[in-house]
């Protein structure tokens, strides 16, 4: 456990003692300014949930591609060696990834919960914070794989791929809070594209996306049933998938890592 | 001490080693050396585990990573680190307790000559500096097995010397070393064994004394040497060389001395200077990655 912290300590003090480090804490504060702060009239809940939860979701997915590709390098060599296994490695960039976002998103929700319109009751807080962790992790995960450090062969041409189905499902599904499936089908249709052929496509990935939408649902503390309560964890499960790929891909790996 | 059976290892269409084998005894300082290319780095990152082997064997078993100090062909470390707060978390990377963890990197730190800049952070570290840091973090917590990439790259003749004692100390306290090098100078002086590396393959291996022959070579310089005399002597067996006005002959193989000489004698030839040489590394490396030598593998 020293040994993973150790790595962990390594990592987030490169990171924030340069002027990488630097960037991703403005671009959190960005964030608050222009989407939270200065929204006339306040802000409600759902707005909170969707804004705060989507950025951070996408900020744990760019932090993980950004920390991984960091570590890309030839100085991780003294590291690596000392490790008993590499997945030691890619656990602690995860850590890392995982911890300032977390950290980040509390600080912007204390601050955003100054221009709530009504307080959110501490209860409903159990049902927000699961879905925004899960979220975080799963974003986590899916960085990494976007990054140089877990590529092996093809796999990141997939991993790619797998991001565009993603987001595909994610347009679909409407998690935004803003667009409906019509608006969706138009978009394709904009594209020469006919909704009705890739109808079971677009199914998969409604599929694909629904723990993230189901965990907005419960986050929005709309009627929910049993497996949407789950989605969160079920998120979390996926996301453990994911890691456990890039374990297996960088494990494989020859590391002839750039030069800093 | 380490088994290294028929390793192969290629990069896309580049095979960098080929069904290598090589046996490093425990306790030795044993010597990598070859041109660039020749696998040098590739065998020791498999070693260490960075890259994997495509075919044969490695067999460190009897080590686990801890037991292994690795310095990298070109170091390099995240500068925003002070030297000693750097050696402490990867001293805790490596699995040394806190109890331990501060002696150690005193005496990493002692015995590279870095204590006085401890506190310095790396940013703008001078190439020495960075060698010896690298240095200091391979030596922590006394390794089994030092595997040492260039360890004398980029460091002035004074730190080199202090290289090499730190190496033949840590050798002395039991440490077994293997190092790749480009500075034959150093391998003569540190070295116990040596391997010849050329193209993935091992060109000559084992002790120093095997590697480079204790012989020393004749060099006979004569007032003219006509051609039809030259190729009577070039039609006698054996290794002789010709350099313009000179010959070359081994020492010990005295049946071809004297054979040289009676063609000498017979055309009337005068020997206006004789000396004797004694081999040098440098020139058996050269023989050896020229083709002079048979490769071993094959």
New interface residues.
């Given amino acids: 456990m020293?040994?993973l912290?150790?790595?962990v300590?390594?990592i987030i003090?490169?990171l924030f003692?340069?002027l990488t480090g630097g960037i991703v804490v403005a671009g959190a504060i960005a964030f608050l300014l222009v989407a939270i702060l200065s929204v006339t009239g306040g802000v409600d809940r759902n707005y909170v949930v969707h804004l705060v939860g989507g950025f951070f979701g996408l900020y744990a997915m760019l932090l993980g591609w950004l920390v991984s590709d960091r570590t890309n390098?030839?100085?991780s060599?003294?590291?690596?060696?000392?490790?008993?296994n590499r997945s030691m490695f890619l656990a602690a960039i995860l850590i890392v990834v995982i911890v300032t976002c977390v950290v980040l998103e509390l600080v912007v929700t204390v601050l955003s919960l100054t221009r709530l319109n009504e307080p959110i009751p501490l209860g409903a807080w159990f049902e927000i914070a699961p879905a925004w962790f899960s979220l975080v992790v799963f974003g986590a995960t899916v960085g990494i794989h976007l990054s140089e450090l877990v590529r092996y062969g093809w796999s990141r041409i997939a991993a790619y791929a797998a991001l565009g189905f993603l987001l595909v499902g994610v347009n679909l599904n409407g998690v935004d809070g803003g667009r409906s499936l019509g608006a969706s089908t138009r978009w394709l249709s904009r594209l020469s594209i006919n909704p009705d052929r890739i109808g079971w496509i677009a199914g998969i990935a409604k599929a694909l996306v629904w723990p993230i939408s189901a965990s907005f649902r419960v986050a929005r503390s709309e009627a929910y049933s049993l497996w949407e309560g789950l989605a969160p964890a079920l998120l979390i499960f996926a996301a453990s998938l994911i890691f456990l790929l890039a374990v297996m891909t960088f494990d494989?790996k020859?590391?002839?890592l750039p030069?800093? | 001490m380490i088994n290294i059976v028929d390793i192969s290892k290629r990069f896309g269409h580049i095979a960098a080693l080929n069904k290598l084998n090589l046996q490093i005894p425990a306790g030795s300082i044993y010597g990598l050396i070859g041109p660039n290319g020749a696998g040098k780095s590739t065998l020791l990152r498999l070693l260490v585990g960075l890259v994997a082997q495509d075919a044969g064997s490695i067999d460190i078993s009897c080590l686990i990573p801890d037991e292994i100090g690795y310095l990298p062909e070109r170091p390099r470390f995240p500068t925003r680190f002070t030297i000693s707060e750097y050696l402490r978390l990867l001293g805790t990377v490596s699995g040394i307790s806190d109890i331990d963890l501060g002696r150690q990197v005193r005496e990493s730190l002692d015995m590279t000559g870095l204590a006085s800049i401890a506190h310095r952070r790396m940013q703008g570290g001078s190439k020495g500096m960075l060698q010896r840091l690298a240095l200091a973090q391979a030596i922590m917590d006394r390794p089994e097995l030092l595997i040492l990439d260039e360890p004398f790259a980029g460091l002035d003749p004074g730190a080199q010397a202090a290289m090499r004692d730190v190496l033949l100390q840590l050798n002395r306290n039991g440490s077994t070393i293997l190092l790749s090098t480009h500075r034959l100078a150093d391998v003569t002086q540190v070295c116990t064994h040596l391997a010849i590396l050329s193209r993935g393959h091992i060109i000559r291996k084992g002790l120093m004394e095997e590697v480079i022959p204790g012989s020393t070579r004749v060099i006979l310089t004569l007032d003219n040497l006509a051609t039809d005399v030259q190729d009577q002597i070039s039609a006698i067996p054996g290794d002789i060389r010709f350099d313009g006005n000179s010959i070359d002959l081994p020492d010990g193989d005295l049946t071809l001395k004297n054979a040289v000489i009676q063609v000498l004698i017979s055309a009337g030839i005068d020997v206006t200077r004789l000396e004797r040489k004694r081999v040098s590394l440098e020139e058996t490396y050269i023989a050896a990655i020229s083709g002079g030598l048979v490769e071993e593998e094959e």
Avoid: C, F
């Avoid at chain 1, 060599?77 to 008993?84: N, S, T």
């Fill in positions: 020293s040994r912290r150790a790595t300590s390594l003090t490169d003692r340069s390098r030839s100085s060599y003294q590291i690596l060696v000392r490790m008993p494989k020859d590391l002839v030069e800093d």
